[in-house]
Nanobody, 115 residues
């Protein structure tokens, strides 16, 4: 089992920035990739970005250039730096850990971008 706890969400004006954090605990040695997904009201959950243990990153096209995913392996924490936020970025952001035993999810953190 892997436990994930997100933090850093909140309310920000359009054009502003936020940094999300996700701390992993439990069977962390089983984690292969970590990432962020988001779900807006009435929409399906979608990929934001992922990062492998070796640091290889992958972004959804709409986030490239604005969002940056990183991880601190010593702290078992993954971050999502979000810049130039837009109202359409408003969503619940979920941390994900991909393991050999299946995916694990955090409880989510709300990000609201006002226009």
């Amino acid at each position: 089992q892997v436990q994930l706890v997100e933090s850093g969400g909140g309310l920000v004006q359009a054009g502003g920035s936020l940094r999300l954090s996700c701390a992993a605990s439990g069977n962390i040695f089983s984690i292969i990739t970590m990432g962020w997904y988001r779900q807006a009201p009435g929409k399906q959950r979608e990929l934001v970005a992922t990062i492998t243990n070796s640091g290889t990153t992958n972004y959804a096209d709409s986030m490239k250039g604005r969002f940056t995913i990183s991880r601190d392996n010593a702290k078992n924490t993954v971050y999502l730096q979000m810049n130039s936020l837009k109202p359409e970025d408003t969503a619940v952001y979920y941390c994900n850990a991909g393991t050999g035993h299946g995916p694990f999810w955090g409880q989510g953190t709300q990000v609201t971008v006002s226009s």
